[in-house]
């Protein structure tokens, strides 16, 4: 099971993604996972999770991984080396690495026999709602047009998120709902909890921050203030 | 400068291509590279390029990288992730990797600018000679419908090794030319050294060894027996 | 509305689906719907859409459009370029050309604001229902194994079928259900409709029958005998 | 053989490329070439080439093709359905359009064996010599960030012309070289034929003219001056 509220941080790949700086931020995570109580998931680089892995104790997830299986695919990542690597999960689909809805259905079942957790990725309601009937744990409504924009979709287009919220509970009941895109402050968290999704995945607030423990822990305090 | 002849272990992603099974076939290829002094590069998956650079000291290739800058692209692995990881180098455009010819020539120029080495995989001698003409570091000739059959190309179609040597020193004197396909032998490897190439890129016949060592040791042989 | 049942014949582009042979097979249909009162529907290459509509009262679909609008996409294909051409509709992410899903939904709402229907294939009862949420005219089941092989789905695997039904049918009442892969019989048509769909999607079956009429006559005969 | 001085209109798929617009261009072009003696070809979308090429006697392109064979290729269009439309060659690897290197190397083949002619795109100097190697029968170079610009690459970046006329010219004496990316203005023509190349790429500056044949008639009389 994954608790919620959740904050998902998608490292993506900023010169800040590697190295000293992705461990650093994947520590800071975990201090303030624990302290807060609240569930934090990093998901860095594929040539991170390892290290990533085997230093803290929070969830660390793949952002992509290749629809193909052990075999010769000569520079692929299949499901089983992230596993291998330490990850608990993986993004899929994200709107800067979109796959095919075959493909998608075929990771969220592979998934499931590995004992991986998903996290799908839709830009639109209507797409949300498609890919819930495949059944993942977890869904983010990311409108493309708001990633790292700074502009929150909570806070700017509001009813995209109550439309995901109602159209995926029109055809599952159990995925947990993401609110992502733009999620910057700690208000843009707690409006996303009030339109009925269960946490946040953020980036560049983040892995661009000054100060990204500060960050991470203004988010999670957040979380909590509206439990 | 790549100390040539030179062989290329493509770990690809069979099950022996991770973790300690990584490792073990990375610790056998240095410790024959140093009894020997034939130069082995290994190709590991990305999720294994950390662990493997830093417990040994032969290169480290990725077996792909994906044509991006740092910055906003979930999934992606720009080469600086893979330098940052520890890699010297990294294979493009590999017959189960094929990336488009704009995007070849750019990673060239970056690898180029980040100090990093390039093999590029060609699936025909013109293809090849038209890659040539971007200057990679290495080029190796892999006809698809030998790759991991065990047939060697060296031998089954030795005038395709042949018709490449010939068209690729038409516009490039300068790049180490590789043969692929099929290599299982110690005969194959011989082979493709007289056929005018300079080393060999092999897979299978070593990932899906019972004893990888001994292969490897025997493929290094070869090539010494040659000088 | 669509008129079921329906039979819809995907050229594909084998050496008949072009030319003389393209407009016969076309006129051939034509002229069974007209006796028989079946629906039958062909899609034709895009270079043939034109010819066909303009020379055959039964709707003319495409294969296959690019999910662009007009302006400056060099070789593609929007949906206004087979709409102009004549086209009355379009298949989306049949096996031999998948695309992604946030293309399918944009397809499926820009179908509709032009007028023209949709036809979305899947490979699973499971991307079937997900493909349902975003409200196609119709869609078809093609377990991709089965496609061209002349063994029916409807026969040998009727579980998919049925499965696919009661699914789709949980998230979508309206959407026409078609069965696909393998269609080769009168028989096989028979039990695609006895198992709850409204019609087939064939194509090697007349599209390489030695006399296509007398195939997609038997074809329709089947259909009527079970009303 | 291909007649040049050449000029070749890229339709795109714009709203002026598609039916009456595309047949009255296609009618424009052919008067101005017949009246000028200059070589007019036009790329119109896959839906209008069997319209224009039954309609005009000047030759007509496709603007792509599908690297497949006749078969089952659901969506494709394979080099053989634009010959048999009427198409007398093709472009391949447009900028808006890009394949794989193995991908152009089949195409130019399959072209030769069917008698078409091969025009590909290629976005720099490097890139264009690289693909110069395949022997297609014209290169056109169209650095990306200037098309549909209306700054004409002849005009704004001479030095990438020289550049790639001189490392064509390095690997291959036949291939004729066309300028393209941004040519707007009779003065853009006569500057690209200046440079050394034998012709021009032009989309926007015909397609959104108010008075396309006044455009086309422009263009054809500064390459007359030129000669």
């Not at 000569?74 to 796959?99: D, L, M, W, Y």
């Not at 892995?207 to 305090?221: G, Q, R, S, T």
């Amino acid at each position: 099971m994954i608790k919620t509220p959740v904050i998902v941080i998608n490292y993506k790949v900023y010169n800040t993604s590697f190295g000293n700086s992705a461990l650093s931020i994947a520590k800071a995570a975990e201090e303030v996972s624990i302290n807060t109580g609240v569930n934090i998931i990093v998901a860095p680089p594929a040539t991170e999770i390892r290290t990533l892995a085997s230093n803290v104790s929070i969830p660390v997830y793949a952002q992509h991984v290749d629809p193909v299986d052990l075999g010769a695919y000569t520079g692929h990542i299949p499901p089983e080396a992230v596993k291998e690597a330490g990850a608990k999960g993986f993004i899929i689909n994200h709107s800067e690495r979109r796959i095919r809805v075959d493909e998608i259905a075929r990771l969220v079942i592979k998934a499931r026999n590995l004992g991986l957790n998903t996290l799908v990725c839709a830009d639109t309601p209507e797409v949300a709602a498609a890919l819930a009937v495949l059944n993942p744990d977890m869904i983010a409504i990311e409108p493309p047009e708001l990633i790292g924009t700074g502009i929150a979709v909570s806070k700017a287009k509001p009813e995209i998120i109550l439309s995901t919220v109602s159209r995926i509970r029109s055809v599952n009941n159990d995925v947990i709902i993401l609110t992502g895109a733009g999620i910057s402050t700690p208000e843009d968290v707690v409006k996303a909890l009030e339109l009925g999704t269960s946490g946040v995945l953020i980036s560049s607030a983040i892995m661009k921050a000054k100060d990204p423990k500060k960050v991470i822990n203004e988010m999670a305090e957040a979380v909590i203030s509206r439990k």
